[in-house]
């Protein structure tokens, strides 16, 4: 028997996946049996993303396997972990959770440097499309003056773009974490697999 795992940013799920019930209605329809690994991923995401509280300035993964959920990734403040867990936790086929979710540190320069790179990426006439966006998928993850992009857009064209101007704000680094919607559903299908 094959195992399978799951892998995926949750924030970059919601530009990739076509629209889907809601999560009540799923778990309604698949509590009479196991879920599996990739359906419980999507009900997962779903959960995270639909969080009130998550942001672009906030980045949480999650791997599946065998219903054992794994949350990973950073939030700006510490309630957000907590009640992130507490709702993933919630949902249908969830065995167990591991929440590993960093929580940043205080920093002011830290948030002026989330919010220039925010506007200066968000502003752009070519990112418009995703500002626009009930939850915008380019997340921008400041840690110590460190920057992390992380996503999905939809060319390599917008992936080298955001990058470009996520620079020359004072930050120690850039790290390009994003991912082109391309390569999100080859991720995806491969968890099909």
Excluded: C
Aim: proline share 3%; glycine share 6%; charged share 25%.
């Amino acid at each position: 028997m094959r195992r399978i795992l799951v892998f995926v940013s949750v924030a970059a799920l919601g530009l990739s996946l076509a629209a889907r019930p809601a999560v009540a209605e799923e778990s309604a329809r698949w509590s009479a049996g196991a879920l599996s690994d990739q359906r419980l991923f999507q009900m997962v995401a779903d959960t995270v993303n639909r969080y009130v509280n998550f942001t672009i300035f906030d980045d949480i993964s999650a791997s599946v396997e065998n219903g054992v959920v794994t949350l990973s990734g950073k939030v700006t403040m510490p309630y957000k972990k907590s009640e992130i867990g507490r709702r993933v936790e919630k949902v249908d086929g969830v065995k167990e959770l591991r929440n590993a979710i960093e929580v940043l540190p205080v920093s002011i320069f830290d948030d002026e440097l989330r919010f220039r790179i925010a506007r200066a990426i968000y502003r752009n006439p070519s990112f418009w499309q995703y500002a626009a966006m009930a939850n915008p998928p380019i997340h921008i993850v400041v840690d110590r003056g460190h920057v992390t992009l992380s996503g999905v857009v939809a060319t390599n064209v917008d992936r080298a773009l955001a990058r470009s101007l996520a620079s020359g704000f004072g930050e120690f680094s850039v790290t390009n974490n994003l991912k082109t919607d391309a390569e999100m559903r080859a991720a995806i299908s491969e968890g099909h697999d």
